[in-house]
């Protein structure tokens, strides 16, 4: 016969078990992304016609933020001329044939990425402060940044799209713990932040990422399996929420409060399923998925552009983005005959044979983003301009001169005309001013309203 004390371990082991489960459910029941056509309107749930269009032309207005890690050498970076007189420079000849839709914006800074009283950290820094431009709590463990812009505009635009968001990198190993003098790896290994303490952890299996968009198997199979996952997860979801509220009963104050948080979640999917439900079929692109990571990593970053561009092609999010490495990020590039890492070149100390390396590779990371640039003014959008016109994508790094660790005059460029509110073809000085500022002017042309500050700015910026 069991005693008390063997029937309470056993009623404390099956909590346990439980709980285990719930927490592990961010796998196995991982919402399913599905994509869709470009409709002018959607049918909204109890909103009757709700329009998607926010550019002035009635097309989708997208927004996307590049990253690349190290910095630049500014030497190479910078052009040469006046706004509109100018020479692009050696890293950014590449753009050349996209340049009437790029400015390179010059004089912006991130402050907070400064070291301060902090010390070490720069990497940490440059990632976690690029789009949130806040101060980081340096701790392996106590995490707080703050909500990044694309977050603040996908909470804005969010609901007209299946994903609110799309978060991809070419990281594919992350590290956890302590990163970077003390730093948590959160800050270092992400670039978009959903709260000061949740991460958006981005996506670097091609494969997962087409799937998670647009549903897994051959072209003509992926509608039907789409809809038949989100059916079995939904019966998943109602008896976790089921069981979790029979247990909630029974669990200690400490425990009900772990309870709810892990819900809280699970509330998130289960309104990611009926939105879904709600948009209908998925858009099945006929194209093959993606087998996984290339080896070349030229392929592998211009797969990732695709997916991106095919997301905003078929109109299943309008904000995303992409981290082409994470800064610290020690890579080699011997496709174009460099075998050292990309981190320890960074660090030249004026080594005329190492700063010509970082330029190569600066150069070739400028070349990719060309290549995706001039894929999207390519495609037609659904007004007769290109997806480009109606797009603003930044690309730019946390780290200004990499071998320095400086974040004032950081290399950012602006691409794309944002439905005509943006001009290119430029290249500005802004003087010293809060890149934060930039921000403002983006959530404003995207329709978010009542944001009087973001991170370090200190108003909008003028002469974009």
């Not at 994509?35 to 989708?60: C, E, F, H, I, N």
């Not at 190290?70 to 007189?85: C, L």
């Not at 939904?234 to 009900?256: G, K, P």
């Not at 990309?342 to 190569?360: C, I, M, T, Y």
Request: aromatic share 8%; hydrophobic share 35%; with cysteine.
């Amino acid at each position: 016969m069991k005693t008390p004390q063997d029937l309470a371990t056993e009623r404390h082991l099956a909590a346990m078990s439980r709980r285990n489960f719930l927490r592990g459910l961010g796998a196995c029941i991982a919402m399913p992304a599905f994509g869709s056509l470009l409709p002018t309107r959607v049918l909204g749930a109890g909103s009757g016609d709700l329009q998607l269009a926010t550019t002035p032309t009635g097309a989708p207005l997208r927004t996307a933020f590049v990253f690349f890690p190290n910095g630049a050498i500014p030497g190479s970076w910078w052009p040469q001329g006046g706004e509109t007189d100018f020479s692009l420079s050696p890293t950014l000849q590449p753009l050349d044939p996209v340049r009437r839709y790029v400015q390179v914006l010059g004089g912006l800074a991130h402050k907070n990425a400064n070291a301060g009283n902090d010390g070490g950290g720069d990497h940490a820094r440059g990632n976690g402060v690029f789009l949130t431009g806040v101060r980081l709590n340096k701790s392996a463990t106590d995490i707080r940044a703050g909500i990044s812009i694309d977050q603040v505009i996908a909470n804005h635009v969010g609901h007209l799209t299946r994903f609110p968001s799309l978060e991809l990198c070419c990281d594919s190993t992350r590290k956890s713990a302590d990163c970077d003098s003390g730093y948590s790896c959160a800050y270092q290994y992400n670039l978009s932040w959903q709260s000061p303490t949740t991460p958006m952890p981005a996506e670097a299996n091609p494969r997962l990422a087409f799937e998670r968009l647009f549903g897994a198997g051959a072209h003509g199979e992926r509608a039907r399996n789409a809809q038949q996952r989100m059916m079995a997860r939904r019966s998943v979801l109602d008896f976790v929420l089921s069981d979790a509220h029979d247990m909630e009963r029974r669990l200690a104050r400490r425990d009900q409060e772990k309870l709810d948080q892990y819900l809280t979640g699970i509330r998130d999917v289960e309104k990611r399923i009926e939105k879904a439900e709600r948009f209908g079929p998925n858009v099945d692109p006929d194209q093959a998925t993606p087998a996984g990571i290339p080896a070349a990593q030229a392929e592998y970053v211009e797969l990732m552009y695709d997916i991106m561009l095919l997301a905003f092609k078929t109109d299943s999010t309008r904000v995303a983005t992409f981290v082409l490495g994470h800064d610290g990020d020690n890579r080699s590039f011997s496709e174009i005959g460099i075998t050292e890492g990309h981190h320890d070149l960074s660090h030249h100390q004026n080594n005329p044979e190492r700063v010509a390396k970082v330029a190569q590779i600066d150069r070739w990371y400028a070349e990719q983003f060309s290549k995706f640039l001039a894929r999207m003014d390519a495609i037609p959008d659904v007004d007769g301009h290109s997806i480009l016109h109606n797009s603003r994508i930044i690309y730019g790094s946390g780290n200004a001169d990499g071998n320095r660790h400086t974040h004032e005059n950081l290399p950012v460029l602006l691409a794309g005309a944002g439905g005509g509110a943006f001009r290119g073809g430029r290249y500005v000085q802004h003087g010293s001013k809060p890149l934060s500022n930039l921000f403002l002017n983006l959530a404003d042309t995207a329709g978010v309203t009542g944001i009087d500050r973001f991170g370090d700015s200190t108003g909008r910026l003028s002469n974009v």
